[in-house]
């Protein structure tokens, strides 16, 4: 009983992907076949190459991976030494800073995403990668978050210690923090990496030149210049999606750990 | 090491302080930029902008509330975006939240098998939302998509989806449970969490299964059902690409959702006043209804160590 409920459910989420795959490797005529038929008679490997000959999908995947790099080089950076401040050093204000900066997480994007793009605009920053990765080197309030709930459970004694020893706060964060809390610093690593890699919105406001775009922003390009090649289309949606899934098997249970210490535990 | 200069006691505590200050300031300087620069800013700036005629090539024109006036009164498709926007999110949200509650209580057994299941429904949750717009259109298909084939299997009608304009929020909101697999693990976290006594306890008094649920996990589960709602509420009212990418806000505007109507204003029209003006309406309702949520949750979440009666 538990069973059957148990693989219905999971008909339906596997069910897209094998369509996904299914369709990637077919060629124009299989696709539009009524009645339908399941798999291809011979895989149409090409289709995956030809993704790359209808557009530049090369440099798309060149510039996505860029743009992920400096994120989750500015998100380790950042979060760790402002997480540790709220965690573990007793400032004046620090209770006011740290609720001010997790309010960020109530305001919806979009607010502040739109009035970027003026003042992006200003400074001359449309049309790069800055205005998608100099943030990052300023903190994430979901990051901090996680890595302040990480960094509470570490035992002060390791600081003192090493303050004794004549370290200031920057040393202790290098040389004692960060090595023991690699697992929280994988976490924020990963999630840095599906958030930019799956973004949309922002590189769709602050890039418009062709050989600026994202992976995101190639597949919308795509469905809006061969919106019936099918094929074409779903094979570049599996190539977009493939270093996702590689991530995934590698790192699961820091994909998991991510959800459960930003989520709960408050 | 340098060795330090000898101090009393008295004079190292207030020089500690002044050096945790001094160092707390210094280390979270990033933030107290970033909120400057990338929240206060922008939102000054496009309270200042709301109340401009501006196309972002000439200088913006003062014009008062006029912009307000016009997106309250003038503009017809702004409440229906309002509308879309809100359907969506209320009907989306409970839905979304039930489904991956049920599905969470489903994972938390040990049955063999179980951690591959959990792969498999947690997965899909990871892909970007472009990549799910464009599968779930040719799911969509009404010809050729995976959902009509199916439905002809059980001998049902086939279905318009995204394409007729009573479905196409449905079909909106069918598509984001594929992808409910976080707030499934979030849960599952808090179902594995509940101390195994107090379900034994339940067991020895004589209390049903369901007795169990009611008053033992469902309570404990409180403070993780509002931490999704919120979330939910915040991601529901934001949605844009899948809009964008699948309808095109069609059809008849039947799935122009807020954002959707704010980007095309702002970049398609260049009415950036009045893009700013739908933004800082959207800040504010957000925030009414967040804290609606927030005063709310005395009334129905529960947190450890409290007494409820």
Redesign the interface.
């Known amino acids: 009983m538990l069973y059957s409920v148990l693989i219905i459910g999971a008909l339906f989420t596997t069910m897209p992907f094998l369509w996904l795959l299914r369709s990637s490797v077919m060629n124009m005529r299989e696709i539009f076949t009524m009645p339908p038929v399941w798999l291809p008679e011979k895989p149409q490997w090409k289709n995956f190459a030809d993704v790359f000959t209808m557009l530049p999908f090369g440099r798309f995947f060149l510039n996505s991976g860029i743009i992920v790099a400096l994120n989750i080089i500015g998100a380790l950076f950042s979060n760790t030494i402002m997480a540790y401040a709220f965690a573990r050093i007793d400032f004046r204000g620090r209770n006011i800073m740290y609720a001010l900066c997790l309010s960020t997480l109530m305001l919806p994007q979009v607010v502040t995403l739109v009035p970027l793009v003026v003042i992006w605009k200003y400074l001359g920053g449309l049309n790069t990668f800055a205005p998608l990765t100099v943030p990052a080197f300023f903190g994430n309030a979901f990051y901090i978050f996680m890595l302040h709930q990480f960094f509470k459970t570490i035992p002060l004694e390791y600081d003192e210690a090493a303050f004794v020893d004549g370290a200031n706060y920057l040393q202790i964060i290098l040389n004692v923090i960060m090595p023991i809390s690699k697992p929280a610093l994988a976490v924020v690593a990963i999630f840095s990496f599906m958030y930019t890699w799956n973004d949309f919105f922002g590189p769709l406001l602050f890039l418009n030149e062709e050989k600026m775009y994202t992976v995101a922003l190639g597949l919308k390009m795509l469905t809006g210049m061969y919106s019936t090649q099918w094929h074409i289309l779903m094979a570049a949606a599996t190539l977009v999606v493939l270093p996702l899934i590689v991530l995934f098997f590698f790192a699961q249970k820091y994909f998991i750990e991510g959800l459960t210490l930003g989520g709960l535990k408050g | ?2 060795t ?1 200069p000898e101090i009393t006691k008295k004079h190292k505590k207030m020089h500690l302080s002044r050096y ?2 001094r ?3 210094l ?2 300087s ?6 400057t ?3 206060a ?3 000054l ?2 309270l200042v ?1 709301s109340l401009c005629d501006w196309d ?1 090539v000439g200088p913006p024109q003062y014009i008062g509330l006029n912009n307000y006036k016009m997106m309250f009164t003038v503009d017809p498709s702004f409440w229906q975006a309002v509308g879309v926007t809100a359907y969506y999110t209320f009907a989306g949200v409970p839905v979304q939240i039930i489904v991956a509650f049920v ?1 969470a209580l ?2 938390n ?1 040990n ?1 063999r098998g179980i951690r591959f ?1 959990r ?6 949750s ?6 799910n717009s ?6 969509f ?1 009404p ?2 998509g ?1 959902l009509n ?1 199916i439905l002809e299997w059980f001998g049902f009608p086939p279905q318009r989806w995204v394409f007729g304009s009573e479905t196409v929020i449905p079909s909106f909101i069918l598509m984001s449970l ?1 992808s409910v ?2 707030t499934v ?2 849960f599952l ?2 179902l594995q ?1 509940i101390p195994r006594e107090l379900l034994e306890a339940v067991e020895i008094d004589g209390g049903s299964g369901w007795h169990r649920f009611r008053h033992i996990i469902l309570p404990l589960m409180t ?2 059902i509002f ?1 999704t709602v ?1 979330i939910g509420f ?1 991601t529901g ?2 949605t ?2 899948q809009p ?2 699948m309808t095109g806000g069609g059809p008849a505007n039947a799935s122009l959702f807020y ?1 959707l109507h ?2 095309r204003q ?2 398609q029209f260049s009415h ?1 006043g009045y ?2 003006a739908m ?2 309406f ?2 504010v309702v ?2 009414i209804i ?1 804290g609606v949520i927030f005063k709310s949750s005395s009334l129905w979440v529960f947190y450890e160590g409290e007494v409820k009666k």
């Not at chain 2, 792969?119 to 899909?124: R, W």
């Open positions: 090491m340098e330090r945790r200050n160092w707390g300031w280390l979270i990033p933030a107290v930029s970033g909120l620069l990338w929240v800013l922008p939102l700036v496009s902008a972002m599905t489903l994972l057994t049955v299941f792969t498999l429904y947690y997965l899909p990871i892909l970007p939302i472009a990549v464009v599968l779930w259109l040719w799911l298909n010809h050729f995976l084939i594929w697999g976080s693990i979030i976290a808090g969490g403070p993780i931490y919120v915040i009212v934001q844009f690409t964008f990418m954002v704010l980007y702002a970049f950036m893009a700013c933004a800082w959207l800040f957000t925030m967040s």
